[in-house]
């Protein structure tokens, strides 16, 4: 079975412009789950979605977005970058309330 | 409010020296607790998963046990490539759903 998968691997951006990340979960898990990873902070999240439908969202400014496409594949936006933005972006998979997740290899955003 | 901490923050072992990193918590309503090992510049990889407390999960050299207000992974004889952090995550009620919260994690050096 194909592991989660993310797109694009590595981005740089500048100050001020948005950004789109990609997140394809294991074959048959309806939830996806965002994550936000600097040295400083650890993992934080950021939101999750089960079956198109957002349940939960972490303590990040409406720049940050996401949504749910009726494949499972999610999708994460930035709006307005700020050099703080810059990290490594975890999408996390799972088969639903209460299951392990299962992470992607991770986005990894710069922004200059 | 609910928290997550894991220590040490940073640990180095001699090949063959064994030890246990420890994760406390404090939540209401725990509905599991999980450990994953991460690579540099990867994404988590999960290890194990538990669900209550006595409960107990091995594989290889590692070895996951669960009380009610902390969790230790016991590394049994480390090598080398047991180097990586060791994140810790619990699974809790929140707004009707589930949400996980990750402590910072233990970098591990497991020295020749």
């Known amino acids: 079975k194909a592991g989660v998968t993310q797109t694009p691997r590595y981005l740089i951006k500048t100050r001020g412009q948005q950004v789109t990340l990609s997140c394809s979960p294991i074959s048959g898990h309806r939830s996806v789950s965002w994550y936000q990873q600097t040295p400083g902070q650890g993992l934080q999240f950021l939101f999750e979605?089960?079956?198109?439908?957002?349940?939960n969202k972490g303590n990040f400014p409406g720049r940050f977005s996401g949504r749910q496409f009726s494949n499972s594949r999610s999708e994460m936006n930035v709006s307005t970058l700020e050099l703080g933005d810059s990290a490594l972006y975890l999408c996390?998979?799972?088969?639903?309330?209460?299951?392990?997740?299962?992470f992607g290899p991770g986005t990894r955003l710069l922004v200059l | 409010e609910d928290q997550v901490t894991q220590s040490p923050e940073a640990l180095r072992l001699q090949e063959g020296e064994s030890s246990s990193l420890n994760c406390s918590y404090t939540v209401s309503g725990l509905r599991g607790l999980f450990w994953y090992r991460q690579d540099p510049g990867k994404g988590p990889e999960f290890l194990f998963t538990l669900y209550s407390a006595g409960e107990e999960k091995e594989k290889e050299r590692l070895k996951a046990t669960l009380t009610k207000k902390e969790s230790f992974l016991h590394i049994t004889a480390p090598k080398p490539e047991d180097s990586a952090t060791y994140l810790c995550a619990v699974r809790i009620p929140s707004g009707g759903y589930q949400k996980v919260t990750f402590g910072t994690g233990t970098k591990l050096q497991v020295i020749p």
């Open positions: 979605y089960f079956s198109e439908t957002q349940r």
């Open positions: 996390a998979s799972s088969g639903g309330a209460g299951e392990t997740q299962y």
